[in-house]
């Protein structure tokens, strides 16, 4: 997107993609051409801050994620300690009371 300088004069052309091409779409050369591009030029920043904010979060619950899955980690361990000292193991993922 941008402003391209056809001899003399500077024209407001925006970029399309249609499959593996780009297609140039004339938009103006007077003040109209310069408002537009400033709206679009607005519309990309505020789609880059939504994509932040939208980082933002994701990161924020990963690291949620990560807590939960140590915490629940430390339970496991626990739970299996607890097992073991009571007189249990495991057979084929079952906790069992050994025989004595």
Do not use: C, P
Not at 2 to 23: A, C, H, L, T
Not at 27 to 45: F, K, P
Not at 71 to 100: E, N, P, V
Request: no cysteine; aromatic share 8%.
């Amino acid at each position: 997107m941008g402003w391209e300088q056809r001899g003399n004069n500077f024209y407001y052309y925006r970029k399309e993609r249609e499959g593996s091409s780009v297609r140039s779409i004339y938009v103006g050369g007077s003040e109209t051409a310069t408002l537009i591009s400033q709206l679009e030029e607005l519309q990309r920043e505020e789609a880059q801050e939504r994509r932040e904010g939208q980082r933002r979060e994701l990161a924020k619950h990963e690291q949620q994620d990560a807590t939960i899955e140590a915490a629940s980690r430390l339970i496991d361990t626990i739970k299996d300690a607890t097992l073991i000292a009571g007189g249990f193991h495991q057979h084929k993922r079952q906790w069992r009371k050994r025989r004595t």
